[in-house]
């Protein structure tokens, strides 16, 4: 099941969490505040659970996203989201950002990846190079791709 909540206003806040296979692609767009965090972290805990007992990894695509509001509950929740996740069996997460927002993200998000993470990580600039990497690490064989993930 793929899932894809916007809000109503433009430029609102809105996420997809999209399970393909054993990778789980989530991107996130808008200005966030903190229920719409929680709102987020419901639905990509929702999704985790078809990966019970199975190694899996996720895409957080981050290029859309302006920036998180009321930062720091917001963090501490991101940073228990991975390591739930973990707990939950990912062992590999691909941040992808763009040119526009790496700046204040990667300060953002320099909070969740600033220490060593018990799985692996990757910054990148498009889902393909995040996509190949994941490959190399045996996430994706040669036969899936993200562009599956949007049939």
């Known amino acids: 099941m793929n899932i894809t909540k916007?809000?109503?206003?433009e430029d609102a806040p809105e996420y997809s969490v999209k399970p393909?296979?054993?990778?789980l692609y989530t991107e996130l767009s808008g200005s966030w505040n903190h229920d719409q965090t929680c709102d987020y972290s419901l639905e990509y805990k929702k999704q985790v659970s078809?990966?019970?007992?199975?190694?899996?990894?996720?895409?957080?695509?981050?290029?859309?996203?302006?920036?998180?509001?009321?930062e720091d509950a917001q963090i501490e929740m991101f940073r228990a989201l991975n390591t739930?996740?973990?707990?939950?069996?990912?062992?590999?997460?691909?941040?992808?950002i763009s040119m526009e927002n790496r700046h204040h993200l990667l300060y953002q998000f320099e909070e969740i990846?600033?220490?060593?993470?018990?799985?692996?990580?990757?910054?990148?600039?498009s889902e393909t190079e995040a996509n190949s990497w994941l490959?190399?690490?045996?996430?994706?064989r040669t036969a899936e791709t993200s562009s599956q993930r949007t049939a």
Do not use: D
Not at 6 to 9: E, L, Q, V
Not at 20 to 23: C, E, S
Not at 113 to 125: A, C, D, H, L, V
């Open 84 to 96: 739930w996740s973990y707990i939950k069996g990912m062992t590999a997460q691909a941040l992808v």
């Open 135 to 140: 490959k190399s690490l045996g996430h994706i």
């Open 113 to 125: 990846f600033n220490q060593k993470q018990p799985y692996e990580t990757g910054i990148f600039y």
């Open 50 to 70: 078809r990966y019970f007992a199975r190694e899996w990894a996720c895409v957080l695509n981050l290029q859309n996203l302006e920036m998180l509001i009321s």
């Open 6 to 9: 916007t809000m109503s206003k």
């Open 20 to 23: 393909v296979h054993n990778v």
